[in-house]
């Protein structure tokens, strides 16, 4: 399953860095200065696009189709 990388873009992207970082919606919200609720729409919306159903699947093809990369430290 190939995903088009422009698909997820913006404050989607935004949002699933921050999910990667173990942010929590709350947190997440604060970080960005928007709702909880607008950080929940977001997660779903990159779920949706990334046919995924939770967020440690989320992170996993993210990193897999390289839209986020794991910092080595």
């Known amino acids: 399953m190939k995903i088009q990388r ?3 873009k913006g404050r989607t992207l935004e949002v699933v860095k921050l999910v990667a970082e173990g942010l929590t919606s ?3 919200g604060q970080r960005m ?3 909880e609720n ?3 729409s977001h997660r779903q919306t990159a779920m949706r696009l990334l046919r995924v159903n939770n967020a440690k699947d989320l992170v996993k093809v993210a990193i897999q189709e390289g839209l986020l990369t794991i910092d080595k430290k």
Do not use: G, H, L, Y
């Open 6 to 8: 422009s698909i997820i």
């Open 26 to 28: 709350f947190e997440i």
């Open 33 to 35: 200065d928007i709702k």
């Open 38 to 40: 607008t950080v929940n």
